[in-house]
């Protein structure tokens, strides 16, 4: 199985700080990219996709991609201690039927 | 309304025995997917569906039988269980393969 890693943490970091989150995955074949947020004892939600190289912005977030590194990362803005979660990334299998995910940076955002 | 269901939420049984998990989901997605997550958080696929014909087959051991009975529902049996299949066990749906998914909540399989 193809590799996505991620660094585990905790990465803490002040309310109102970037946080940064980074991923990089061993398939180059790989195309569409996501970040996961999952709460203790909750369901992975997803937050953001990308699938092209540059930044994509949604709100507080900006997801960054750069194929050529293979390197995936995502970006808090004014980060709040609701967003303290472990982040996971994910990147489309060879198939391209699934999703193999890293194994989750833990954040924690300080008041 | 839930978009991703799953029944039921905990489940606590003895080695040996056989135990099956629901899910549906009312999203319209065509393809639906069974993942694992082990105790160290690690999330692995298992299985994947597709217009109810399976398309991924991750070693899983053949304890472990996926049916779609319509795009909608997506149900895990599983025989003989053995302690380490304890874990969380994640039903999760996507439009198409390999696009955003969207997970259920989880069954939490404890067997002692």
């Known amino acids: 199985q193809k590799e996505v890693e991620q660094n585990s943490g905790p990465l803490s970091v002040p309310e109102g700080a970037i946080a940064s989150l980074n991923c990089t995955y061993s398939d180059r074949g790989s195309q569409s990219f996501f970040w996961y947020r999952q709460y203790s004892g909750k369901s992975p939600e997803l937050i953001m996709s990308i699938y092209s190289n540059g930044d994509k912005e949604d709100g507080r977030f900006t997801a960054q991609l750069n194929k050529a590194s293979q390197y995936v990362s995502l970006l808090i803005r004014d980060s709040q201690p609701s967003d303290s979660a472990t982040y996971l990334c994910a990147v489309t299998s060879n198939s391209g039927y699934a999703l193999n995910f890293g194994k989750g940076t833990s954040l924690l955002v300080t008041p | 309304d839930t978009a991703v269901s799953q029944t039921p939420k905990y489940l606590v049984t003895q080695m040996g025995n056989d135990k099956s998990i629901k899910c549906e989901q009312n999203l319209g997605h065509d393809t639906m997917y069974w993942y694992k997550q082990d105790s160290k958080k690690f999330l692995k696929i298992m299985f994947s569906?597709?217009?109810?014909?399976?398309?991924i087959n991750e070693t899983v051991p053949n304890r472990f039988s996926p049916k779609s009975p319509d795009k909608a529902h997506l149900n895990l049996h599983i025989n003989s269980l053995e302690l380490g299949d304890s874990a969380v066990y994640f039903c999760a749906s996507s439009q198409v393969p390999g696009y955003e998914q969207y997970f259920g909540p989880g069954t939490r399989l404890t067997v002692t």
């Open positions: 569906y597709n217009n109810k014909e399976l398309i």
